[in-house]
């Protein structure tokens, strides 16, 4: 365990899911959400990794395409002062800063309400 503010915090956890059986990461996720802390990050199995196209090496730091296998971050809404704040979905894609429109153009759009930053 880490120590922060004078707090125990576990360590990060692995485990890994199928999309056909997600009751143990929502029940997770479900954890996470009522104490308001922590975050999720999921990210695809890779069964060929020779498969994955290799990045563009020390000019990749300077693009603005997000990582070869995208990464999807989940964390749920902490309480502040005012309130609580939303649950953020946070997504890094190849696409970068067009994961907005490449997602609406496959029928995926950013749902009304949610902000992009």
Request: proline content about 10%; some cysteine.
């Amino acid at each position: 365990m880490a120590e922060r503010s004078g707090r125990a915090t576990p360590g990060p956890e692995t485990s890994t899911f199928h999309r056909d059986e997600p009751e143990a990461l929502v029940a997770r996720m479900t954890e996470l959400a009522a104490a308001r802390r922590g975050w999720v990050n999921l990210s695809p199995g890779v069964v060929d990794e020779g498969a994955v196209p290799q990045d563009d090496g020390l000019f990749a730091l300077f693009s603005g395409r997000g990582p070869l296998v995208p990464l999807c971050t989940w964390s749920p809404g902490e309480a502040r002062r005012h309130g609580v704040a939303p649950a953020s979905v946070g997504l890094q894609h190849r696409a970068g800063p067009k994961a907005v429109a490449r997602l609406a153009a496959l029928a995926h759009p950013v749902p009304s309400g949610w902000a992009v930053l």
